[in-house]
């Protein structure tokens, strides 16, 4: 296990090779070599390999098959199979729902619909994670994500409620963070709508001038980019004359 912690699993694997084919190792240590040999494969990007030892992991002992099958199915997404990637996350929840890592096969679930392009059904699965699982780290991740879903779909208000939750619920999380610096009103610089959003969830967070100078850039960039205007970098250089961002401003125009 310490090379295994070090980082080094070309090392550690002949170790557990060594474990898992001992014949005095009970059960359920074998089904732990398994799987920490099959993580070493999976980190070489042999998932072929890999997967062959999670599933004799979970045939070696139960206490072990939750993590083996969620890696399973994390792998499939890696390979662009996420059809068959959401299929062994809902196996997961079927089979071990108390399990730590339910939260984290649902919130994988959820990524899966989206590379997909199946909103509808991301959406649904991120809200399961939040009601289900509402104490997970899984959880606060979700409700960011959902956030920038439905933002990205057109939703703005229902991603701004979703946000002001977040905030609430979690207020010194780092989710809590990124809630703030890239909802909305954010993203629009509209730093009066963002002093507003911060008044209503009770935050004690307050914008700094740097941050404030950023967010000003960052919405002009914005601007820039995705409607070729630039009256936003013209009146941020007149504003900021020698900001951290004027430079790259004015490259821009």
């Known amino acids: 296990y310490s090379l295994f912690q070090q980082r080094n699993y070309q090392g550690a694997k002949s170790p557990f090779l060594a474990v898992y084919s001992s014949k005095s190792a009970s059960a359920e240590m074998r089904s732990d ?20 030892y999670y599933n004799r992991a979970a045939e070696l002992s139960d206490a072990h098959a939750d993590y083996a099958l969620y890696q399973k199915g994390f792998m ?22 108390q399990s730590p890592y339910a939260p984290k096969a649902l919130y994988e679930k ?75 009103y954010a993203a629009d610089g509209n730093l009066q709508g963002l002093s507003s959003f911060l008044n209503s969830v009770g935050s004690d967070y307050k914008l700094t001038d740097t941050e404030v100078e950023r967010l000003s850039f960052t919405a002009a960039e914005n601007d820039y980019v995705d409607n070729g205007k630039t009256a936003g970098l013209s009146k941020f250089i007149k504003s900021y004359p020698s900001g951290k961002y004027t430079g790259q401003a004015a490259y821009y125009l």
Request: proline residues 3%; hydrophobic residues 30%; glycine residues 6%.
């Open 33 to 52: 070599a398994a799987n920490r040999i099959g993580d070493c494969l999976y980190y070489g990007r042999d998932y072929g390999n890999a997967e062959s």
């Open 110 to 184: 959820a990524q899966a619909y989206i590379a997909v392009s199946d909103n509808g059904s991301a959406e649904s699965a991120f809200r399961r994670l939040m009601s289900s699982y509402p104490q997970s780290p899984e959880a606060r991740q979700g409700q960011l994500q959902l956030a920038v879903l439905l933002n990205s779909t057109g939703k703005h208000s229902e991603a701004l409620e979703q946000y002001k939750s977040l905030v609430r619920k979690y207020p010194s999380s780092e989710e809590a963070s990124v809630a703030i610096d890239e909802n909305i």
């Open 76 to 97: 499939r997404g890696l390979q662009r199979r996420h059809s068959e990637k959401i299929a062994i996350m809902d196996e997961v929840l079927d089979r071990y729902p």
